[in-house]
């Protein structure tokens, strides 16, 4: 079977960074079309730069990288250095960058590869806000038909929120542009914290990083060296969840994971709720099911899974 394309949409964050490194370590499973970058978890320019950086540390300095939205659909701009550190990638010291942003604007470059490429045969893998997916939705309404499958990490249902009591980081930050890609009828998977917290970097997975004594082994354990001591604080857990990787790893071996096609909509009208996924886990109303709603990992397989691809780089 040839590897599956992707779009990876991200605002690296050192879990979207881990999130890119495994999708770059597993060419049989995916062929990385290109990143788009977005503001979420620190602004754009410095999510641009952590995209380059850490292709360059995958030594992938051919991996197109667009510059994407500055901000929210209608929304001022929530970022997360309380979480990720003022740069976003905080823990190890990485170079700077030589290879460039290419020209153009993400939007435009999601557009253009799903017109360009044959129907159904490019998957989106969201690992930030979806500002940049629903402005291509906007701007391009066909491509909707386009797109083989949505994979991204936003929501939560039995967890609530991490940024607000209600709200997770990704969808609060542009609920607005959540709506507008949950009512899109592209086949949607969600990884929500439900799933997304059972992804815990204990210290002897993250000494398995340690273990593999290369740059990239090393770079990723002291990532979850500073990411975790947020989470341990604010969960009282066993180390940091590694969001984003969930979705590439999916891509990789989906029966690692399982969940409900349910119902999931977005709160975009109270205050006090803004950005909820009130997904219908239980089918207690009559709307139709538009997204897969991951609840569970095999963790231990996910982890085996990540640390052998990271020793491939």
């Known amino acids: 079977m040839s590897p599956r394309k992707i779009i990876i949409d991200t605002d690296p964050g050192q879990d979207d960074a881990v999130a890119i490194l495994l999708a770059l370590a597993s060419p049989e ?32 300095p051919d991996v197109p990288v667009y510059a994407g939205s500055e901000q929210p659909i209608s929304r001022r701009l929530v970022t997360a250095e309380h979480v990720h550190g003022e740069t976003g990638l905080n823990g190890p010291v990485l170079p700077d960058p030589k290879m460039p942003l290419q020209d153009g604007h993400a939007v435009d470059f999601i557009i253009d590869t799903l017109r360009r490429e044959p129907p159904n045969t490019v998957t989106l893998c969201a690992l930030g806000p979806l500002t940049n997916v629903a402005k291509a939705l906007q701007k391009a309404p066909e491509i909707a038909d386009r797109i083989q499958e949505l994979v991204l990490m936003g929501g939560a249902y039995f967890e609530v929120g991490n940024i607000t009591p209600t709200a997770e980081f990704n969808i609060y930050v542009d609920p607005q542009a959540a709506e507008i890609v ?81 119902n999931v909509e977005i709160e975009t009208g109270s205050e006090l709720t803004m950005g909820m996924t009130v997904a219908d886990w239980w089918d207690v109303t009559d709307r139709p099911a538009n997204a897969l709603f991951i609840g569970d990992l095999d963790a231990d397989r996910f982890f085996d899974l990540l640390t052998a691809r990271l020793a491939r780089l």
């Open 29 to 60: 499973e995916i062929d990385v079309l290109g990143i788009s970058c977005v503001a979420g978890n620190v602004p754009l320019a410095l999510t641009c730069k952590n995209a380059l950086i850490i292709c360059e540390l995958a030594g992938r």
């Open 182 to 262: 949950f009512k899109s009828g592209i086949p949607i998977v969600v990884f929500p914290l439900d799933v997304t917290h059972k992804a815990l970097v204990t210290k002897p997975r993250n000494d398995a990083f340690r273990a593999l004594a290369t740059p990239v082994g090393n770079a990723v354990a002291e990532m979850t060296d500073f990411f975790e001591r947020f989470d341990k604080s604010k969960y009282d857990s066993e180390g940091a969840p590694l969001h984003d990787p969930c979705v590439t790893a999916y891509i990789i071996a989906s029966d690692i994971f399982s969940g409900r096609h349910v």
